[in-house]
T-cell receptor, first 116, second 109 residues
């Protein structure tokens, strides 16, 4: 298995531009998670999906952030417009639920976003 | 979410055992204890998990106190590649992982 795939690996953009981060989860996994990591705030959960349906987006910082999962093999996290404070590493993860808390989350390599 | 408390940092000599502690005094009966680690410039990766009994796998061992209010991740022989941030997380049902600050492990050659 190729694992969780994220693209791009690095993104540099200017303030005000739209940024789209992409994620392909592991085949057969029914949960998908988006996290953001900064030095100041550590790893934060932004949103997660179950069977392509958003379950909890309370971690999404602002309306500038949106996430979609149009099918079981693809998800996007969009920031529009981007701001310098959005600079961070964004991780996507997926898991196959067991229902009892034993499921393992597999993380992608992350996208390092720099907003100038 | 039940909280966990870990030391900010620890240091170990190469090829010596490392014991990483975690306190979780408010753990509930259905919470599983998970450990993940994050190597430099990588995403977090699963290490081990357990409920009540001690667990072993190829990466590490997990020792769980009888009252479940604390646990210890044991790396039997630390290598330079084990230098990472180690996270102790309580997980219940289908809830996602919620990361704390973890313990930064340094391994000295």
């Amino acid at each position: 298995d190729a694992g969780v795939i994220q693209s791009p690996r690095h993104e540099v953009t200017e303030m005000g531009q739209e940024v789209t981060l992409r994620c392909k989860p592991i085949s057969g996994h029914d949960y998908l998670f988006w996290y953001r990591q900064t030095m100041m705030r550590g790893l934060e959960l932004l949103i997660y999906f179950n069977n392509n349906v958003p379950i909890d987006d309370s971690g999404m910082p602002e309306d500038r952030f949106s996430a979609k999962m149009p099918n079981a093999s693809f998800s996007t996290l969009k920031i529009q417009p981007s701001e310098p404070r959005d600079s961070a590493v964004y991780f996507c993860a997926s898991s196959r639920t067991t229902g009892i808390g034993t499921d393992t989350q597999y993380f992608g390599p992350g996208t390092r976003l720099t907003v100038l | 979410d039940a909280k966990t408390t870990q030391p900010n940092s620890m240091e170990s000599n190469e090829e010596e055992p490392v014991h990483l502690p975690c306190n979780h005094s408010t753990i509930s009966g259905t919470d599983y204890i998970h450990w993940y680690r994050q190597l430099p410039s990588q995403g977090p990766e699963y290490v081990i998990h357990g409920l009540t009994s001690n667990v072993n796998n190829r990466m590490a061992s997990l020792a769980i106190a009888e009252d479940r209010k604390s646990s210890t991740l044991i790396l039997h022989r630390a290598t330079l590649r084990d230098a990472a941030v180690y996270y102790c997380i309580l997980k219940r049902g289908n809830t996602p992982l919620v990361f704390g600050k973890g313990t930064r492990l340094s391994v000295i050659a």
